[in-house]
Nanobody, 128 residues
Framework: QLEESGGGLVQAGGSLRLSCTAT????????IGWFRQVPGKERQGILC??????????????YSPDSVKGRFTIARDNTRNTVDLQGSGLKPEDTAVYSC?????????????????WGQGTQVTVSS
């Protein structure tokens, strides 16, 4: 089971830190990715971290006009059993529901549909 936390209201130019807490398994055992979705738009992959610590930036493979490239980072905390997403220089277009998910494999897959288990998501709203 995955659960996100840390969402809320952020001013433009500000930063966020979201945590994805795993229950029932160790975060280091599987690849875990962070995604976001705006109502009416397709879910967008942000970053994924594999079990070996390799990082996949989905924007290297999929074009998005709302790219977060260079503004978001992902890190795993084995002590807290979390995968954290940190973002800076937030823009109003970063407003979305942010979710984490795993594909139950060790490597990050590139297709959003390949991730089978999702958290409930956390809302991030960036005000201008």
């Amino acid at each position: 089971q995955l659960e996100e936390s840390g969402g809320g209201l952020v001013q433009a130019g500000g930063s966020l830190r979201l945590s994805c807490t795993a229950t029932g398994f160790a975060v280091g055992d599987y690849a875990i990715g962070w995604f976001r979705q705006v109502p009416g738009k397709e879910r967008q992959g942000i970053l994924c971290i594999s079990s070996s610590g390799g990082i996949t930036d989905f924007s290297d493979y999929w074009y998005s006009p709302d790219s977060v490239k260079g503004r978001f980072t992902i890190a795993r905390d084995n002590t807290r059993n979390t995968v954290d997403l940190q973002g800076s220089g937030l823009k109003p277009e970063d407003t979305a529901v942010y979710s984490c998910a795993t594909d139950w494999t060790r490597e990050c897959r590139l297709g959003v549909y390949e991730y089978s288990d999702w958290g409930q998501g956390t809302q991030v709203t960036v005000s201008s």
